[in-house]
């Protein structure tokens, strides 16, 4: 069987003899079925948990709409003409509306690269700027002790709007929802206290009840103005498939209730060889985006197997921290040893690498240069194909294979 993986701006083919191929693990009804502008105006007159949008402020109020960075597939640009129809019907001004970019830690835009996100005609009608991490407002602290600290933008609007795509996230459970808010436009302080707590006991992809990092990220939003929420979830296409709004909390649920329907998938047993992608651009710019597709590999590969991972990875490894960490290690599990012993932002992805690293070989086919891949415990090859002839001369000619396309979208249900 020939299957594309999403490789940047292209594909990359690989071609799996039947005998091996154990599953290809996609999304499931998940088939395009109405228009994006239908889906979105019917979450938009039926939301869950609040009146709807329109009554839910005052003509002169100023507006906050954070919407994700240029790291995450949100279709800012097709959610925003509806929902500037949707505040204007209610009397808003274009004048009081601003777009800001959650930047979390990653680097600010250029300004091509904000115009591209919020669309031609919204950039022209409204102010489209990035939070600022270091210019925030303390709001207070969370039971955790996380600090909020709010991007001023945000922090001092008198309402605000908080839009995302719904999908698995490796410790805060799923993405979306309040997360819009922390990380999305909190200060590196208050970042790094709330993913402090990744290494504790339900900090897991998709797991809400009992996660420390989702409860504290949720505890945080409450103590800003969010009026509302508009999240969507995305096909293998990044195309709007279905989309929730209202409530912080309830909105967000529904969203994460239907990923689950579509994208758990359970396998009887792991596999000798994993075989992931991001879905290509933008997910797949730096390594340290791919993790993310890493971590839901690590779920569906045995012990002493192979994970196959395919990235561009334009812009490297993506963090300076994390590329730190990565390049200064001796071995893997210094990585984990290390953010037990002193938690920071940006190592903690490696010691997510690290982690998988313990647990399996793996091979790297990105635009990355060989040495470097070595030298952050990888094995670099030019294809897919050619990695995967190399993982079958180790593990064996009768060796089981899964193949993940969409791998930040999947998690493997071993249960």
């Keep these: 069987m020939t299957i594309s993986l999403g490789y940047g701006t292209g594909q990359q083919e690989v ?13 499931r009804g998940t088939e395009k079925q109405e228009d994006e502008d239908i889906l979105l105006r019917k979450a938009l007159r039926h939301p869950i948990g609040t009146p709807q949008l329109r009554t839910l402020f005052r003509s002169g109020e100023k507006i906050a709409v954070v919407a994700s960075d240029m790291t995450r597939p949100l279709p800012t640009s097709r959610i925003m003409p509806v929902l500037l129809e949707e505040l204007t019907a209610g009397g808003a001004r274009l004048e009081d509306i601003t ?11 250029t300004e091509a690269e904000k115009r591209k996100l919020a669309g031609e005609a919204v950039y022209e009608r409204i102010r489209c700027v990035d939070s600022d991490p270091e210019d925030c407002i303390l709001l207070g602290y969370t039971s955790r002790g996380t600090p909020v600290e709010i991007t ?20 805060a459970g799923f993405s979306g929802g309040a997360k819009a808010i922390l990380p999305g436009t909190a200060s590196r302080n208050a970042i790094q206290k709330n993913h402090s707590h990744m290494m504790e006991p339900g900090a897991a992809s998709g797991c809400l009840e009992g996660n420390p990092v989702r409860e504290d990220i949720e505890e945080a939003a409450a103590m800003c103005k969010i009026a509302f929420i508009l999240n969507v979830v995305l096909d293998a296409a990044k195309r709007i498939i279905w989309a929730a709004a209202g409530d912080t909390v309830q909105a967000h649920r529904a969203g994460c209730r239907y990923v689950d329907s579509c994208c758990r998938r359970k396998l009887q047993s792991a596999a000798d060889i994993v075989i992931v992608s991001q879905g290509g651009a933008p997910k797949d710019l730096n390594l340290y985006q791919m993790q993310k597709a890493l971590n839901h590999a690590a779920y569906a590969v045995r012990e002493g197997g192979i994970i196959i991972m395919a990235g561009y990875l334009g812009e490297g490894l993506g963090e300076p921290v994390f590329e730190q960490w990565m390049r200064e290690a001796e071995e893997p599990k210094e990585l984990v040893r290390k953010i037990t012993k002193n938690f920071c932002l940006g190592g903690h ?7 998988v690293l313990e647990k399996a070989s793996i091979f790297l086919v990105s635009s ?29 000619e009768e060796a089981s294979v899964v193949v993940m396309p969409a791998g930040g979208s999947i998690l493997p249900d071993l249960k």
């Design 99 to 109: 777009l800001i970019f959650g930047l979390g830690i990653h680097r600010h835009h």
């Design 152 to 171: 001023r933008e945000v922090a001092s609007a008198d309402r605000i709007v908080c839009l995302g795509n719904i999908e698995y996230h490796y410790f």
């Design 15 to 27: 071609s799996i003899p039947d005998r091996n191929l154990q599953a290809v693990l996609m999304p």
């Design 349 to 355: 992805k490696a010691a997510a690498i690290g982690s």
């Design 368 to 396: 990355l240069q060989e040495s470097l891949v070595r030298e952050i415990f990888m094995h670099p090859f030019g294809s897919v194909q050619e990695a995967l002839q190399a993982a079958f001369q180790i593990m064996g």
